[in-house]
């Protein structure tokens, strides 16, 4: 995702039947100059990627290649690639001559680089509707980079099918979408322990996939016999239930489900809260329209 404050970013929007000329290989005179004190933001489906090119738990990942922080605005957790701590301040995984050593499976947003993605939003013009997301893309042309010199021609479309980004894009939609909806309130006293497990079903894949089988996750939720089974051996489809459980948490779908009885516990605890509070505000007016007459 690109800041469209970036001072290198061309200000125009972008299609993907937009040109532009670029090139890059190794032996250009900047070559990994991009891989670099940046911030590098990763999706879910970059970190599963990453974890098992490097063969490493979601859970060592994390703590080894990763920093993160709450979004000032929406407040929803975030993971970006932890740059090394010299001057230089590196990408843990470029190499000098080589370049990414990790290339096949580096993050969407380098795969996309020079080009970026941004979204434009939009109240709807219906009160009770959500937001209108107009996507579109943007050029960064830092001064560094010398592959706009070159003369090959690209549209964004090409450009995206040559890096392989459409799948990317594909997995990561639903993320992008989680991304732009309300985070827990601030004020919600479960908030910190929801967070938590907000950042665990979003990044850290192993440890929800644990939590999911060995906790007593399956006694609360209704989760089908098939997804369960296709969830103990496919980390895209763990990535998209795990999408279902925030999306639970932040009560926004409800593809997942509690088991019956609990749904009815649940509803019976939310009427009985309910009554409590009407009849708590009506004794209050009682005692307020009492002390007005005396
Ligand atoms: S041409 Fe641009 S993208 Fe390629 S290595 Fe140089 S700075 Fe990086
Ligand atoms: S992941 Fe690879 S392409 Fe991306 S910044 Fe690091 S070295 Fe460069």
Same mark, same amino acid.
């Given at each position: ?128 509707? =959500?937001?209108?997301?107009? #996507?579109?893309?943007? *050029? ?8 706009? %010199? +070159? @003369? $090959? ?15 990317? =894009?594909?997995?990561?939609? #639903?993320?992008?979408? *989680? ?8 004020? %919600? +006293? @479960? $908030? ?103």
């Amino acid at each position: 995702m690109v800041s469209l404050n970036n001072k290198s970013v061309i200000p125009a929007k972008f299609e993907l039947e937009s040109e532009f000329n670029f090139r890059c290989y190794p032996g250009i005179s900047c070559f990994t100059r991009c891989c670099r004190n940046i911030e590098l933001l990763l999706t879910p489906h970059d970190v599963i990627r990453m974890k098992n090119r490097l063969g490493l738990s979601s859970t060592e990942f994390l703590a080894r290649y990763t920093r993160y922080r709450e979004d000032e605005k929406t407040t929803h957790p975030l993971v970006f690639i932890k740059m090394n701590e010299d001057d230089q301040k590196l990408c843990p995984f470029v190499a000098e001559k080589e370049g990414c050593r990790i290339y096949t499976d580096r993050p969407a947003a380098c795969r996309y680089y020079p080009v970026g993605q941004a979204t434009h939003r939009t109240a709807s013009e219906k009160e009770d509707e =959500d937001p209108v997301h107009q #996507e579109f893309y943007v *050029i960064i042309k830092e001064d560094h980079c010398r592959g706009f %010199d +070159e @003369d $090959r021609q690209w549209t964004i479309g090409k450009w995206r099918e040559d890096q392989e980004a459409a799948r990317a =894009d594909e997995l990561n939609l #639903e993320w992008k979408n *989680i991304m732009m909806k309300q985070n827990l309130p601030r004020e %919600d +006293e @479960d $908030r910190e322990r929801r967070q938590k497990m907000f950042y665990l079903a979003s990044y850290d894949i192993d440890a929800f996939r644990r939590y999911v089988l060995e906790s007593r996750f399956l006694e609360i939720f209704d989760v089908e016999p098939e997804r369960l089974e296709k969830i103990k051996n496919d980390e895209i489809e763990l990535m998209h239930f795990a999408f279902d459980y925030i999306k639970y948490m932040l009560g926004i779908s409800q593809q997942l489900r509690l088991k019956p009885q609990l749904a009815e516990e649940q509803r019976r605890a939310v009427d009985e809260k309910r009554a409590r509070e009407v009849a708590e505000r009506a004794a209050r007016e009682a005692r307020i329209r009492e002390g007005r007459s005396q």
